[in-house]
């Protein structure tokens, strides 16, 4: 196993190829992710994330580590995760949205907790809308936790419209939130780049994996909404990459992983950035 890659960032990077929009053959996917894990990064990658629809056409996948994404229903998870597993697949977590923005996501919070007794060795990760009913689906979630449930929160902190985005403030009270209760959480697919950066076709200012990642461990650390929404803000590595780096020997608080589709992408920001020592072939 590479010694590159520091363990902060074990499993921070799962494949995300084959969400949507994408174009790639299932056993397109499942051979260049086999080239991941054996490459020098391999301990950065997470799981080949399947969507649920596509598990019954997936190939012999020989053992790789797969996360489900449901975008059928809650209810054909069951079959979702047994066909990977009829094609050999180590499937590790299952991703799913309760609700969409504005609707109340108690009844899918429900459905996931009954399919989550049903899958004690799976990590369940609860897709939460950041809107109304936030904190008290945060409670149900940790009210499974308690009850010896494998299960967290996924957030999706952007988007088409500018109010997917939450601001430093707002996504600092989240983080805050799911510390309170010792929720980890996952993030929806869609972060490329380590630093908080406005993109210059969208106009869109995009939240930095690695702020994140900072403002996770400063909220353990005791920090509350302000300070961490201060590093949730931050655009220069400076204040970023010194926190990591005396973090580098240990386990990522809060902050379960993202998905990437190109698991390249973070790959080559944490280069950048000097947290990560490696080189391409």
């Known amino acids: 196993m590479s010694t590159l890659v520091p363990p902060l960032f074990a499993g921070l990077v799962d494949d995300a190829v084959l969400l949507p929009p994408n174009d790639t053959d299932v056993g397109a996917a499942v051979a260049a992710h086999r080239e ?3 490459a020098w990064y391999a301990p ?3 799981s080949l994330l399947v969507p649920s629809s596509l598990a019954h056409r997936a190939p012999p996948v020989g053992g790789l580590a797969v996360g489900v994404v449901c975008d059928t229903s809650i209810d054909g998870l069951d079959a979702a995760v047994a066909a990977l597993r009829g094609a050999a697949a180590e499937v590790r977590q299952v991703e799913a949205a309760v ?3 504005g609707e109340d996501s108690q009844p899918g919070l429900r459905a996931l907790h009954r399919f989550a007794a049903t899958q004690p060795d799976l990590d369940v ?3 939460i809308p950041l809107s109304w009913g936030l904190l008290a689906a945060l409670d149900t979630v940790a009210g499974s936790r308690a009850d010896g449930r494998r299960i967290g929160a996924k957030f999706r902190v952007g988007g088409l419209a500018a109010e997917l985005f939450p601001t430093p403030v707002e996504l600092a009270a ?3 939130a799911c510390r309170d209760r010792e929720l980890p959480f996952k993030l929806a697919v869609g972060q490329r780049h380590a630093l908080r950066h406005t993109d210059p076709e969208t106009g869109f200012t995009h939240h930095g994996f690695l702020n994140v990642l900072v403002g996770c461990a400063a909220a353990v650390d005791g920090a509350e909404v302000a300070e ?9 590595p400076v204040p970023l990459a010194e926190p990591a780096r005396t973090r580098r020997d240990g386990q990522r608080p809060l902050l ?3 998905g990437a589709r190109n698991v390249r992408d973070p790959l080559t920001e944490l280069v ?3 947290l990560i020592n490696g080189g391409y072939d």
């Open 272 to 274: 950048r950035v000097g």
């Open 256 to 258: 379960a992983g993202f």
């Open 36 to 38: 991941h894990a054996a």
């Open 99 to 101: 609700a969409r923005r």
């Open 125 to 127: 990760y609860a897709e």
């Open 228 to 236: 961490v929404a201060e590093v949730l803000a931050a655009t220069h």
């Open 174 to 176: 989240v983080i805050c």
């Open 44 to 46: 950065l990658l997470g």
